[in-house]
Each structure stands twice: as structure tokens, then as C-alpha cells.
């Protein structure tokens, strides 16, 4: 079971804090964690400590969610060579009704993409599981569509699906961007 923590860059915008509230929803084992004003590589030692496996830093622009940042803590924190760019979100407040939320334990991937890096970035970040829908007959769990929109510009729609179908948490429309050495901060 891997442990997902998705925390905000300092004085997140409501849109961006009801992004995380959302998205920690639909992501199995995943959990929000509270940054406040503390300094990120603070933020992310209290979540290893914890027992996370992952930490995701959603970043905003204009008070909207807008890049994804994503921390291996498995021994020191190290980012991923890899962020992801948010290019449009929908929350699910915007297009259904309030509804109540079971706990979601489990997530499979339904994938067009035919691209194994990208997949896994979705996988590291969604807590998706290598679990067939058999085995999850009897839990609460979510299935993960992806599909490119724009397969030149590498946008990816990914929408979250209940195991009756009803479409639950944020729409996303996402491009996974490889990161270079240079590019990656050491925990700021």
C-alpha cells in the first residue's frame, strides 16, 4: 500500500485548497497535509516520517491549480524527474450535485495512452493498483480513465469514475512534462 500526501505551495487559493479536497477523494490511500508556512523540505521529512511513499506539492497561478510537483520519499526526499502541468481542471462541485464520499480503497487504470512513462507518473500520483476489477467486486473503488485529447501536444483528459459509473472528483486535463536535472530544486 503506498501512501500519497498532497500538500499546496504557501497561501494556496480556494480553487487550489477544494482542488486538494477533491482530488484526496478519488486517490486511494492519499491524504491532504497542511503546509502552513513551513519551509517545503520541513513539509516533506513530516510526511516521510509519517510513512508516506509519495508527496505531491500542487502549485497555483491566478488562485487555479496549475502544476504538480511530484516527491519520491522513500529514503531523502528527491523529485521526480517529472511534473505534471494541469490545463484545465473541472471540480466535481461544478457539474453534479453534493453528494456523500465513501473512502475509496482501491483504483484501476483504463488507458489509451500507449506510454509507459506516462502511465506510471498517473499511476505514482492517482495510487493506482495493479488489482484486476475482479478482485474489487466488494470494495469501494474507482476506475481511472485517461485518453489523449491532443496527442501532438501530449494532453491528457482523465476523468474518475464510482463502480456504478457515476463520475465522482475533479476532470482533468493534464500534460506530463519531463524535468531536467537542472530544472529539479533541491527542497525549497
Do not use: W
Not at 505531491?56 to 502544476?67: E, W
Not at 485529447?149 to 476532470?171: A, C, S, T, W, Y
Amino acid at each position: 500500500m503506498r501512501k500519497i500526501g498532497f500538500t499546496t505551495s504557501r497561501s494556496p487559493a480556494k480553487k487550489t485548497r477544494s482542488f486538494v479536497h477533491d482530488i484526496i477523494r478519488v486517490v486511494p490511500h492519499a491524504q491532504r497535509i497542511v503546509r502552513g508556512s513551513s519551509k517545503l523540505l520541513l513539509c516533506l521529512k513530516g510526511m516521510q516520517n509519517r510513512g508516506f511513499n509519495t508527496a505531491v506539492v500542487i502549485h497555483s497561478v491566478k488562485g487555479n491549480p496549475n502544476f504538480l510537483r511530484i516527491f519520491d520519499l522513500e529514503k531523502e526526499p528527491i523529485e521526480v524527474p517529472y511534473a505534471v502541468k494541469l490545463r484545465g481542471s473541472t471540480l466535481s462541485r461544478e457539474y453534479q450535485k453534493k453528494q456523500s464520499y465513501r473512502r475509496i480503497s482501491s483504483s484501476i487504470l483504463i488507458s489509451s495512452l500507449n506510454n509507459p512513462e506516462e502511465e506510471k507518473i498517473i499511476k505514482r500520483i492517482l495510487g493506482i493498483t495493479e488489482e484486476n476489477i475482479e478482485d474489487l467486486e466488494d470494495k469501494n473503488y474507482v476506475t481511472v480513465y485517461t485518453d489523449y485529447l491532443d496527442k501532438e501536444e501530449g494532453i491528457i483528459h482523465v476523468e474518475f469514475l464510482d463502480k456504478n459509473n457515476m463520475q465522482i472528483g475533479p476532470r482533468l486535463k493534464m500534460k506530463i512534462v519531463p524535468r531536467k536535472p537542472e530544472d529539479l530544486v533541491e527542497s525549497s
